[in-house]
């Protein structure tokens, strides 16, 4: 917490110093590292969380929270006996730990997909992999956010 | 009202693992934003993105406020036959937008 204040007083003075005079209003509304093990139970159940076999991309050092790229792959060779069925990304300390769930089939072609997404501090992405026998893989990337999302007034 | 581009190749050999990439104008509102004033905004976001090929579904999406504003996806299908390929966003307030594009196989 109070990293968190620092920089929301960094930010505050910042703003001033532009002459900007907003009011940051800035309520504490995030998920913890706890929610994000809920939200992750409610997607694999009981089943075993292995790490490996996922790869997941994204940038050591985020300037913007507001558009930060990731990229997430699992190997699988991608037939109907043996596929990826989906990739599940999950953060910490967003306000919601769930960030998107990727659905695939065999004719995918391969279990990768690219996106932009909102990172509201600097945390830990898991991304979990869904495999068709039912296994279960994770990743995970730290990222530095210098600029977080959620933040800015409208 | 939606911006929606979808980058497909035009033609590709049969059985190639083509890369599809979209994206579509939308403000993705969080829902946890507030106002000079205070008040909440609502969220408004798009939940799902579905591509399907000549009917079948082979891309789904499902997303949270976490996504940024404009979604962009890169996803990849193999070329099984020339057709067409569909991709719809749905969301929040009734929000709805599809585009299709063709592909030609050989």
Known sequence: MDR????????????????LGAVITVVPVHAT??????????????ARVTKGRVKLELPPLSENGNTVPL?????????????????????????????ASFRFGPRAGQARVSTRIRLANTQT???????SDGSFWSA???????????LEDA | MANALVNVP???RRGEIIEIKTLISHPMETGYRRTQLGGRIPRDIIRQFVC???GTEVFR????????????????????????????????NGFSAAETTTISVD
């Open chain 1, 4 to 19: 968190e204040t620092s920089r929301r007083a960094f930010l505050m003075g910042a703003a001033a110093g532009l002459g």
């Open chain 1, 33 to 46: 590292p706890k929610e994000m093990e809920d939200a992750i139970r409610k997607v694999v159940g009981s």
């Open chain 1, 71 to 99: 990229t997430v792959s699992v190997e699988s060779p991608m037939t109907s006996a043996d596929h990826v069925k989906a990739i599940h990304i999950f953060t910490e300390l967003n306000p919601q730990p769930d960030v």
């Open chain 1, 125 to 131: 992405v898991t991304a979990i992999g869904e495999l």
């Open chain 1, 140 to 150: 995970t990337a730290a990222v530095v956010v210098t600029l977080a999302a959620c």
């Open chain 2, 10 to 12: 035009a033609r590709a």
């Open chain 2, 52 to 54: 399907t090929y000549n």
């Open chain 2, 61 to 92: 999406a499902e997303l949270h406020p976490a996504i940024a504003a404009n979604p962009f996806f890169v996803f990849s299908t193999v070329a099984t036959e020339s057709g067409t390929l569909t991709f719809q966003w749905t969301g929040d």
